[in-house]
């Protein structure tokens, strides 16, 4: 059975630090790449950060380049989000995604979420 959990949301102040992460099972792991996307209320699901099955590439949403940091440890089947210098506008369910292309055709998995709530 295929899973995907992610842990670490909560509350912070603006300015703090929090760090996601995502264990994976039921699939191979280091097959997939590894994306954030995150939801706030009454807007659409955007990706947050995206890393490569080896972790050799990295890429972000403009809007968290310099303050977050995705990573992954292989043999841990777990993906990280550091996320650094929170923004009000940061609130969101943070939600982990594996995703491949086999033969053209995208096999996705998602987490249940996270919520991650900046506020004073």
């Known amino acids: 059975q295929v899973q995907l959990v992610e842990s670490g949301g909560g509350l912070v102040q603006p300015g703090g630090s929090l760090r996601l992460s995502c264990t994976a099972s039921g699939f191979t792991f280091n097959n997939y790449a590894m994306s954030w996307y995150r939801q706030a209320p009454g807007k659409e699901r955007e990706m947050v950060a995206t890393i490569t099955n080896t972790g050799e590439s990295t890429d972000y949403a403009h809007s968290v380049k310099g303050r977050f940091a995705i990573s992954r440890d292989n043999p841990k089947n777990t993906a990280y989000l550091q996320m650094n210098s929170l923004k009000p506008e940061d609130t969101a369910m943070y939600f982990c995604?594996?995703?491949?292309?086999?033969?053209?055709?995208?096999?996705?998995?998602w987490g249940q979420g996270t919520q991650v709530t900046v506020s004073s």
């Open positions: 995604n594996a995703m491949r292309v086999v033969a053209g055709t995208a096999q996705t998995y």
